[in-house]
């Protein structure tokens, strides 16, 4: 009997040292699991903020080089015209004075030539940096957009706003939303085939959100990303889009084309204006 209480004594002891050494396997494997999710998570937020800091210097390398060349056309390429413009009106009094409508066609038409020249280098200049972004705002910078497309096409493009004063955002969350609408509205132009485009900027309490619809025979970007098809377009507006935690969204609107709609959280700015765009200026080099 003595025997029995024992071997049952033994076995109670047995068991409850086999449930502590497995619960102690399940925490341990419980608890390797966690620190190896934890590490994993951490690894993947490194490579996050490191593809997010490449992309970055990316797209500022890319905005550096568009205020150079801008730079160079207008300090350079611009007074050289401008020049040209100054001597061929000079020439052309000389012209005036003698006899001759040949002579004088040649000068008018070289005239002209130059002051469209003048007016082309000014459009890229001001479509590399956009200036009226910076000193009045992005709704302004897209109607002035807008004005310029509508000139040169027979496009019907309209612009809306929720607000009647946009607030002013950073830096490089109004200019992320401006190249994204120039992305959108150029590949509209470009592939859509399309008559109208609607642009309209959407504020809340916590994003900003650019919509751009267009009339024109549409498409699905999900089936353009399966197929490993999507163009520098779509893969840079979610690339400058990753760089301010913005979203995009693409519909098929009911009577037909195509809408995208990219938001980024609002980001308050201490006073009225962002920080500056570096409008053309050249760096003072110390002797």
């Known amino acids: 009997m003595q025997n029995t209480e024992e071997l049952k004594y033994a ?42 800091m490449l992309l970055d ?84 910078a897209i109607e002035e957009f807008i004005h310029k497309l509508e000139e040169d096409s027979n496009l019907v493009i309209t612009f809306q706003s929720n607000t009647e004063e946009f607030p002013r955002q950073g830096q490089k969350q109004e200019l992320t939303l401006y190249r994204i609408m120039q992305e959108l509205v150029n590949n509209a132009i470009k592939h859509a085939s399309c008559t109208r485009i609607e642009i309209s900027l959407e504020v809340n309490e916590k994003t900003v959100g650019l919509r751009v619809t267009d009339n024109g025979v549409g498409f699905n970007p999900e089936k353009i990303k399966e197929n490993n098809l999507a163009g520098l377009g779509l893969l840079g507006i979610e690339s400058r889009l990753a760089i301010v935690n913005g979203t995009v969204q693409y519909e098929k609107p009911e009577n037909g084309g195509s ?15 962002p920080e500056p765009l570096h409008p053309f200026r050249r760096e003072r080099v110390n002797a």
Do not use: C, W
């Not at 608890?31 to 994993?40: H, N, S, T, V």
């Not at 809408?259 to 204006?273: F, G, H, T, W, Y």
């Open 11 to 52: 076995l109670l002891i047995a068991s409850i040292a086999m449930l502590m050494m497995a619960f102690f396997v399940i925490s341990f494997v419980m608890y390797y699991q966690k620190r190896r999710f934890e590490e994993e998570k951490k690894i993947n937020e490194i490579e996050k903020n490191y593809n997010r």
């Open 259 to 273: 809408s995208a709609l990219a938001e980024i959280p609002i980001v308050a700015v201490s006073n009225s204006k």
């Open 57 to 140: 210097t990316a797209l500022n390398s890319e905005e550096t080089e568009r205020r150079r060349i801008a730079q160079d056309l207008h300090d350079d390429i611009g007074t050289m015209l401008s020049l040209t413009k100054l001597s061929l009106n000079q020439l052309s009094k000389m012209v005036g004075t003698m006899e001759g409508d040949k002579e004088e066609q040649i000068m008018r038409k070289s005239q002209s030539l130059v002051e469209e020249t003048i007016l082309h280098v000014r459009r890229i200049t001001r479509d590399l940096v956009p200036t009226t972004l910076e000193r009045f705002g992005l709704m302004e």
